[in-house]
């Protein structure tokens, strides 16, 4: 018995090996053809360098497994204070950027853009619109549409014919396109939402609920990426962005 257990555990551990190096195949790295366009690497795949806490925080809550930037939060803490947002060094007004994300089950997180680091603000998302990362499925509570992935958080709501959502503990890749007042949510391959900021219709949309505790949500032309740490386990990679010159 000992020597088959000693076998088994040795083809688990070889094939778990196996699958984290096909995981990271190929990531984080640009293609000739992505440097010629202007892409650039937000993320290195070895190291936290071009990022920084929101406001300073503590990053602890974050580290690199593998080739990914993860979020470390407690797996069924879905409110945990072990919490820092991370934020780009780097500001940005008009870009496409491009990201590879994977949930914990009842996983919750998001990526913001056009965010103001203040110390008036306690948050980033006080500041900047946020694309919804979360586990649609396994969620412990009833999720609003705007609350479910690719919503333009608590403003706008992905259209569900194009969505096709991959299951916890599988890749999914968001593009998000900034330019002007035009913004566009995609989600593997397919375009889920497009909007335009600062009309009357944005405006209203904005100076109700949850923003009315956030005058400032939303105004800025040009800010910080940042990833959200909502207190899930979110794994990151392939973070690359590039700038949009009108």
Not at 85 to 107: H, P, Q, Y
Not at 158 to 175: F, Y
Request: charged share 25%; with cysteine.
């Amino acid at each position: 018995m000992t020597g088959k257990f000693i076998l088994c555990t040795a083809i688990i551990l070889g094939f778990a090996g196996q699958m984290k190096s096909v995981d990271c195949e190929n990531a984080n790295v640009l293609t000739p053809a992505e440097k010629a366009a202007g892409w650039k690497l937000l993320f290195d795949g070895k190291t936290m360098k071009g990022w920084h806490g929101y406001n300073g925080q503590d990053i602890s809550s974050w580290t690199i497994e593998g080739c990914t930037l993860k979020s470390v939060g407690t797996e069924g803490n879905y409110g945990s204070d072990l919490r820092a947002d991370l934020v780009t060094d780097e500001e940005f007004e008009n870009f496409e950027i491009n990201i590879d994300w994977k949930a914990s089950k009842g996983g919750n997180s998001g990526i913001m853009y056009g965010v103001v680091e203040d110390p008036k603000y306690k948050a980033a998302w006080m500041t900047g619109p946020e694309y919804q990362f979360i586990d649609d499925v396994g969620f412990p509570q009833k999720l609003e549409e705007w609350q479910k992935t690719g919503a333009n958080y608590a403003m706008h709501v992905p259209d569900d014919a194009q969505k096709q959502l991959k299951p916890v503990g599988e890749w999914n890749n968001t593009r998000i396109v900034v330019n002007g007042s035009h913004v566009e949510h995609w989600l593997n391959g397919k375009k889920i939402l497009e909007f335009e900021r600062w009309t009357d219709e944005w405006n209203k949309l904005r100076d109700s609920g949850k923003w009315q505790e956030a005058p400032d949500y939303g105004l800025a032309k040009k800010g910080h990426i940042v990833l959200q740490d909502h207190g899930s386990v979110f794994w990151f990679k392939n973070i690359k962005i590039r700038e949009i010159k009108n």
